[in-house]
């Protein structure tokens, strides 16, 4: 009953003054794409307020922006590597080799993650025709739309690029932890997009879009435009044909409902990530001032901030790592008396065998920032990659989080002062948006820790095991905390560990835990909040 209210209304709102044309399209768009409303989650479409729908509709383009660009830049790592995606059928004589099969599940975990995120975006905007505001409806419809063409005309490019490599088949349909996907990922995905109903939605969209006269917001209509062209090209060739050949699998597993994501509440997790619990962690400002006086310069800061964007697209539970510098006097005093550190100080040409001294000397500009006044009259203590590139911080910020992890490198002094000095090295250069760690030019967060303690001659250093994601060499947070995990009580282990605020969501607070617990976060989904006991 409350389905067919939702329609009849949203006719009844939408019939006075239409075209018949655009009535029909109007009904057809409607009963394809309302759905129930989820309980608990932000407030629906039409009932925000106009301020609210415009921050809204601005923050869901900025992540079809960033999905869809991660979805291209996988596009096109297949097309890239023939040797994984050929153009002709490939037989089964030889198997993938063993870094070839983890670069195509990577980059299958990746493209997932962004279609979970396009998922939560079509389905907040599915009810963009109860929008009084009719600029604004037109606005929620071409982000609606143009979600969908991202999703489909991708889907149809991958699926294509797939089609003739049979081992996909199987490798794909593995289970993806870290999303919490099960078996047989791959033909669902198939089931999804190689389906007569996929082609009936995107003809309601599109009659719909040409009754509202093509509706473009911060310049959609040229987005949209391509993803049609990719879509109606593929109507005219493989896409027909892939779908007769899946129709097959879609009657015998009855597969018209097998959508992913598989796991209640993801989708709605996605769809709230813009106006949950804003502008409050579950760190406190108490726990970060009980923990700060226990950490020493070198040490790793793994962070997890809920309901972020940016989580979108990066591999497992820890997305963010900070690497803690200390203030000034909190320098002088760790290396104070340390011979090593003054001899390897001497070595780079500074007599006094200070520090501080070589620090200022060498990198006047950014010490004079480290060692100015922070936010908030709190002093800089952290120096981290986030988007505004390589940046001093306050713990106060930088741990204002909703998980937070410290380890500490099992290194001498003189090997963390040489880590000091190398991540300083780095400040103000801009972040690595391209995620490649081949560059020095730019960084991200992994990047800084990783090349700041990166092994020379003389130094140990720490070493991280290097993932391949859409042809970037990257290391993420998740994998290090993975390592310390795989590596404890070895001889191979890098850190110590110092403390563990596991975020809980329900509670509304970051618990202390474990080295166990720490040891098994690695492991989590992404949306471990919404399975927590």
């Known amino acids: ?44 479409v039409h009932e925000l307020s106009r301020l609210e729908l415009e921050h809204r509709i601005y923050m869901d383009y900025r992540l079809l922006e960033s999905a869809s660009t991660g979805l291209g830049e996988a596009l096109a790592f297949c097309r890239e590597r023939p040797d994984l995606f050929p153009e002709k059928e490939r037989g089964r004589k030889e198997l993938l080799p063993t870094e070839s099969r983890d670069e195509v599940r990577s980059l299958w975990a990746s493209m997932l993650d962004r279609y979970m995120a396009l998922d939560s975006v079509k389905r907040y905007h599915q009810d963009y025709w109860r929008i009084a505001n009719m600029r604004l409806r037109k606005h929620s419809f071409a982000i609606l739309y143009t979600t969908f063409l991202v999703q489909y005309s991708t889907a149809l490019q991958f699926l294509e690029l797939a089609r003739n490599n049979p081992d996909l088949d199987v490798l794909l349909d593995e289970p993806i932890p870290e999303l919490g996907l099960s078996q047989g990922t791959f033909g669902r995905f198939k089931t999804r997009f190689l389906n007569v109903a996929a082609a009936t939605e995107f003809a309601a969209l599109d009659v719909t879009y040409s009754a509202l006269k093509k509706p473009d917001v911060f310049g959609l209509s040229a987005r949209i435009e391509e993803a049609r062209g990719h879509v109606l090209e593929a109507g005219k060739g493989t896409g027909i044909e892939m779908t007769i050949e899946n129709a097959g699998t879609i009657i015998s597993k009855a597969g018209f409902s097998a959508y992913f994501p598989v796991q209640a509440g993801i989708s709605e997790w996605m769809g709230d990530t813009k106006v949950h619990r804003t502008g409050e962690s579950l760190v406190k400002p108490e726990q970060i001032a009980t923990l700060t006086p226990d950490l020493r310069p070198g040490d790793a800061l793994f962070e997890r901030r809920e309901w972020y964007l940016s989580n979108i697209g990066l591999p497992g539970f820890w997305p963010h790592v900070a690497i803690y510098i200390g203030t000034q006097e909190e320098r002088r005093a760790f290396f104070a008396g340390d011979a090593e550190t003054a001899d390897w100080v001497r070595s780079l040409g500074e007599p006094s065998g200070d520090l501080e001294t070589l620090l200022t000397s060498s990198f006047p500009k950014a010490m004079e920032t480290a060692n100015g006044p922070g936010e908030h009259e709190h002093p800089y203590r952290c120096i981290e990659a986030i988007s505004e590139g390589v940046v001093f911080t306050t713990i106060e910020h930088s741990a204002d989080c909703d998980s937070l992890a410290v380890l500490r490198p099992k290194l001498s002094k003189k090997e963390v002062a040489r880590g000091l000095y190398r991540s300083i090295y780095y400040a103000g250069r801009p972040y690595d948006f391209n995620f490649d760690f081949v560059t020095d030019s730019s960084l991200v967060c992994t990047e800084l820790l990783f090349k700041a303690f990166e092994p020379a001659e003389g130094f140990a250093g720490l070493q991280f095991p290097i993932e391949t994601v859409a042809g970037h060499r990257v290391v993420p947070a998740n994998g290090m905390i993975r390592q310390f995990d795989k590596t404890m009580g070895t001889a191979a282990q890098q850190f110590d560990f110092i403390a563990f605020l596991d975020g809980h969501e329900k509670k509304g607070e970051a618990i202390p835990a474990t080295l166990e617990e720490l040891r098994q976060s690695h492991k989590r989904p992404k949306w471990h909040i919404l399975t927590q006991e």
């Open 1 to 44: 009953m409350r389905f067919a209210s939702i329609v009849t209304t949203g006719r009844e709102k939408q019939m006075h003054g239409c075209s018949p044309a655009r009535q029909r399209a109007l009904i057809l768009a409607a009963l394809l794409l309302t759905a129930c409303a989820s309980s608990g989650g932000p407030p629906p």
